[in-house]
């Protein structure tokens, strides 16, 4: 791997920051042909705290960008469930499969497999991105066509552009620990208490990660026991693995992610709340997005790509926020996916976007405040659109001419 190669002075693509999404953007960026140079301040493998898990369309980014991790260090994850005392809820994902990896392990795979195209990789790097027009890595000028903002939520590549959030959600604490434990499940599992989640992600064979998600002090390992008794007990006498780190979980949406010559991707870009899982699916999808727009020469196709990707994200993570805060709604919603399990399976691909690419967030939002409400009662002619029929165990999504003209249809 290239460390602090000679001083760099020309590329077509400065990408400022090292994780995942600088990564995957500059991998991105080479597909098209470009000659791409990276820098960070610090030193691989770079770590965050996070739950580790990759839902499928972060696999398949994943592997778009020739990153195929060794079976014997990720963990195949066939879906979601959701405990709370008695209840229990599971969903798979409708296609392909998720994984639990380690982000030291993604870390290196994205860091090796961009050094092997030729990316340019500048680690314990100066970075001067004070202004765009006058980047200097390492204290040298760098003459480039575009530049990637990939220097995460505090971005000083956003602020040195004027872009400020336009909104935030609450900010919550996570903090995560590995334990050496064989996985006894292969769904990423969230267990809810009062207002925080604990979620479980198998990594490895022999290895789990434990993230704890809450408000302020709520997020703390030491809870798990009163909190979360029945994964105590699971945890109990398992070795931990490494230091327990913490971060700040939010959500976060700007309202233009490019300005000039400039684009940002990853956290820079805007914050999924870590209570929907999506957060490195994210970025390796914008990556993705981004170099098809460095391809064609058009930021504006990232910008459209981007809104696209982060609505129904945000909209999940504002559903769930709401439902781990009130006690009798969460009860009323666990309750109704654990009696109608094709009911959570449609949530799930409609969060993914699997079962019709046309869906729209309101949508979401439909099924998701009358699952708050307790479940679905049976459908009527006025209800329509989006309407769960317990008798035949589907839910639609369209419009309610396009629901009725089809249940006219089927009638006949």
């Known amino acids: 791997m290239v460390s602090l190669g000679g001083p760099v002075t020309e590329a077509d693509v400065l990408v400022i920051g090292g994780g995942p999404a600088g990564l995957a953007a500059a991998l991105a960026a080479r597909e098209q042909g470009l000659s791409v140079v990276l820098a960070d301040r610090g030193q691989p493998p770079l770590d965050k705290a996070c739950g580790e898990g990759l839902l499928p369309d972060g696999v398949a980014a994943l592997q778009g960008a020739g990153v195929e991790p060794n079976p014997r260090e990720a963990f195949p994850l066939r879906g979601i469930r959701f405990i709370e ?42 970075i001067d991105a004070d202004d765009p027009d006058r980047m200097r890595i390492g204290g040298r000028a760098v003459d ?9 939520v505090q971005s000083r590549i956003r602020r040195a552009i004027g872009l400020a959030p336009a909104w935030t959600g609450p900010r919550r604490i996570g903090v995560r620990q590995h334990f050496r434990l064989r996985p006894w499940s292969d769904f990423v599992e969230v267990h809810w208490c009062r207002g925080t989640q604990a979620y479980v992600t198998p990594v490895g064979t022999d290895e789990v990660c434990i993230a704890v998600l809450g408000g302020g002090a709520a997020a703390r390992l030491a809870d798990i026991t009163t909190m979360f008794p029945a994964l105590a007990r699971r945890l109990s006498g398992a070795e931990r693995i490494g230091p327990m780190r913490g971060a700040v979980s939010a959500s976060l949406s700007l309202r233009a992610v490019s300005r000039g010559k400039v684009a940002l991707v990853g956290d820079a870009s805007g914050m999924v709340d870590a209570i929907t899982g999506e957060g490195v699916s994210l970025a390796l999808q914008q990556a993705t997005a981004l170099g098809v727009a460095f391809g064609i020469g ?23 926020l709401l439902m781990g805060a009130h006690d009798r709604l969460r009860h009323s919603a666990l309750r109704a996916l654990a009696e109608r399990p094709r009911l959570f399976e449609h949530l799930l691909a409609v969060h993914l976007d699997r079962r019709n690419p046309a869906a729209r967030p309101f949508e979401l939002c439909r099924l998701g405040l009358r699952l708050l409400q307790g479940g679905l009662p049976p459908l009527t002619e006025a209800q329509g659109a989006a309407g769960f029929a317990p008798e035949r165990q589907e839910v639609w999504i369209g419009s309610r001419e396009q629901y009725l003209g089809r249940s006219a249809e089927r009638d006949s």
């Open 144 to 152: 480039c066509r575009w530049i990637v903002g990939a220097d995460g």
């Open 298 to 320: 058009d930021l504006t196709r990232y910008e459209a790509a981007h809104r696209r990707m982060l609505r129904r994200p945000l909209l999940m993570a504002r559903l769930l």
């Open 85 to 126: 005392a008695d209840l229990a809820a599971e969903a798979s994902f409708p296609e392909g499969h998720g994984l639990g990896l380690r982000r030291t392990r993604l870390h290196r795979l994205l860091a090796e497999r961009a050094h092997d195209v030729g990316v340019k990789l500048h680690w314990r790097t100066q």
